[in-house]
């Protein structure tokens, strides 16, 4: 797919900070899940991309983001070692949690071009898998060092609290028609976008820096800055789920059209006031699944009516607002430098 | 099914704690599910039994015991009653959250009387509210008043683990054999149900005193009083699931033994090295289900193998190292007599 966005031109490679915050942070995070009964540690090891389903060591994992953003959240507030390493320990569970129930409710089998935790162990055994991520989360953070664990536990509980009310309001969407007074609306969905991505995006940035003790104020700009970011990530993968190239994405193409899933692009071109937008809704109503020509009719109209420069429109615009955030700190610039570099690079990346 | 433990009479009424339990915990309990997203709060206002799986209030709720426990463990330490209440609020919401999550695990369709959760709304949605519930009874915590509350969510949390724990190896156990090397010995058992019901009665008696500051030597005493407790209730329970009137347990007769189940009884009669014991091996050899007339050959031979008997002196074993460590205190005297007399009346009634 074309690059349209406009944002700053990628870096040859990634950014080493990926790499420095997998360095810094696995070692943590793979004593705390080697800490979890052998049953689940083995799963959990799964879901992290550590081995395959039977136990054999895996090169994979994810590509370090939230381990990065904690790593750069925490220097930009001069953050402690510890402090950095545990919030980041911490929101890596909950994250890893969050996929695994995710997975469950939305019956999705793959994930990462791998079957997704339900898929390889069970349904019972990835729900027991998922609560023990959790709960090894809560105990990273109320065990860390340092006389703010009470405001760092509250602050994972604001986040889990956003998360979970994103991850129910996606739910109910499914069910929810694409016209009509029960339409799903932009600015529902951005809401919940905001509980379901920006949350932990968010938590990535500013949960060592709570546990540093940092001020509000600057816990509430990188707060601000990672719901921004997660914003911006959330509308560019709405774009890829249409548009994307499946040998990247590891999805089909057309795929969240066909799934009938309820993304920033679809919905924004459903609210414009032109004819592609009314073909739009005429096409979509009987419901899912689609055909393929079918599938592929809709991804024009949803160009046509505006969807895709909407959508791609929103990412430029929420990754200006982080910026924004992070210049109003104070914080230390080498680090702010760094995050929007990295920010810059996985928006590209992805467009 | 008669009683057998010799444990004290039983009193004609219910003892007024569970009452004053519910009265002091329940405002506190509807306000924090109160704040949830609408969707999950109706499907835990039907796991709490408040309402019916359509919203129509009902007039159920558990027995009350654990908020009973929770009042009676912070008077006998001169808790104060926000500590005690928000305590209580904590461990009902992690019960309920468990509840929900193993009858997904284990596939269990029915509920005390009613439909289970996922039953009535969905696998996906009832893992989504028993995620709310976890995560509310950690807000729920984190944001106690107090100077404390670091130390409870890091009681809380050590809870969870060993609840955990539990609940891998029981759902592990399922498939293990009955006999030969693999087969679950008594011993393991005992560990499975320390942490999957012990560790919630421990937290129920302890996690208000830890959150009003109480010494350690006092946490500790409540804490092992409530492992016992726990392990008093499931050996009864144990029985009752072999040889239980299904009137009054709503399970059908003989259910655990016909489904194959793991339980005191049945572990202790197959390790006496006895004729009976080796009958029942033979008979359970070949699998489950069993149908009726096996199972009932089976319940017989597990009592002449003396598995009945065993559980029986468990629960009374454990009723009385209880009662030793309330003895140890200090502790309030009255709380204690009402907690011996709680768990006298509760033994008593399930036998």
Do not use: N
Not at 164 to 181: C, I, K, M, V, Y
Not at 218 to 229: F, P, Q
């Amino acid at each position: 797919m074309t690059p349209r966005t406009g944002l700053a031109v990628p870096a040859a490679a990634p950014p080493r900070v990926l790499v420095r915050g997998r360095e810094r942070v696995e070692p943590a995070l793979r004593a705390a899940v080697g800490s979890l009964h052998p049953w689940p540690r083995r799963m959990a090891s799964f879901a992290l991309g550590w081995c395959d389903a039977d136990g054999t060591p895996a090169a994979g994992g994810g590509k370090g983001v939230r381990q990065a953003l904690a790593v750069l959240g925490g220097e930009a507030v001069g953050a402690p070692e510890e402090a950095i390493v545990a919030g980041a320990v911490a929101v890596e569970l909950v994250h890893t949690f969050s996929l695994v129930h995710d997975d469950v409710m939305d019956g999705d089998e793959r994930r990462r071009h791998r079957e997704s935790a339900w898929k390889a162990f069970g349904t019972g055994p990835a729900v027991l898998m998922g609560d023990a991520l959790f709960a090894l989360a809560v105990e990273t953070l109320a065990g860390a060092e340092g006389g703010h664990t009470g405001a760092a536990v509250r602050h994972l509980s604001g986040v889990l609290r956003d998360l979970l009310h994103g991850q129910a309001d996606d739910l109910l969407f499914e069910s929810r028609p694409w016209a009509g007074p029960e339409a799903v609306r932009v600015a529902e969905y951005e809401a919940m976008v905001a509980g379901k991505t920006g949350s932990l995006l968010a938590c990535a940035l500013a949960l060592g820096p709570v546990l540093a003790g940092a001020s509000p104020r600057r816990v509430d700009a990188l707060t601000e800055a990672g719901r921004h970011l997660g914003a911006a990530f959330q509308a560019v993968d709405d774009v890829l789920g249409v548009w994307g190239d499946p040998e990247v994405t590891g999805k089909p193409v057309h795929g969240d059209l066909r799934r009938g899933k309820k993304t920033l692009p679809v919905l924004a071109a459903l609210a414009a006031p032109t004819p592609a937008a009314r073909s739009l809704q005429a096409l979509l109503g009987p419901g899912v699944p689609l055909d393929a020509g079918t599938a592929r009719r809709a991804a024009g109209l949803v160009e046509e009516a505006g969807g895709r420069d909407a959508a791609e429109a929103a990412a430029r615009r929420h990754a200006a607002a982080a910026r924004r955030c992070l210049a109003d700190g104070p914080f230390a610039p080498e680090a702010v430098h760094e995050l929007v570099a990295l920010s810059e690079f996985l928006l590209e990346r992805r467009l």
